[in-house]
């Protein structure tokens, strides 16, 4: 079921806000990267995002911490947006293979969940 344009207008908005945070107060050498399976696309192009390894329920964005070198996962959704059973697929699979994984529905749950991971610098967070 694609989200309500609405809806995901509004997650847009939130991941934004954290990639803007991010630019500003990642840790050095942070990698971090936006996973495109959202979004209205011709069927074409959707059948060759799959055949080319296009995971459905993947998370929104995926982080690299640059001395662990281990891969975080980051969900956003709006204040009431919810997981569709991909995404909660995914979410157990990364919990099972201790992939941490989080799902935020603000810049400030996104800050408090990255400052948690240690990936940003954190007295140069910028307020919202």
């Known amino acids: 079921m694609a989200a309500k344009p609405k ?4 997650e847009d908005r939130i991941q934004g806000e954290i990639i803007d945070l991010l ?18 696309r011709a069927w074409k192009t959707a059948v060759a995002m799959k055949d080319t390894g296009q995971l459905e329920g993947m998370t929104d964005l995926v982080l690299i911490h640059p001395l662990s070198l281990i891969a975080h996962c980051m969900e956003v959704k709006t204040k009431d947006g919810s997981l569709s059973k991909a995404q909660r697929k995914i979410r157990d699979l990364c919990k099972e293979l201790g992939i941490p994984w989080a799902v935020v529905r603000s810049r400030d749950e996104a800050q408090d969940q990255l400052t948690k991971w240690g990936m940003l610098r954190v007295r140069n967070a910028v307020p919202a």
Not at 23 to 40: M, Q
């Open 23 to 40: 630019k500003v107060s990642a840790i050095p050498d942070l990698l971090y990267f936006s996973v495109p399976n959202g979004g209205r």
């Open 7 to 10: 809806l995901k207008q509004e």
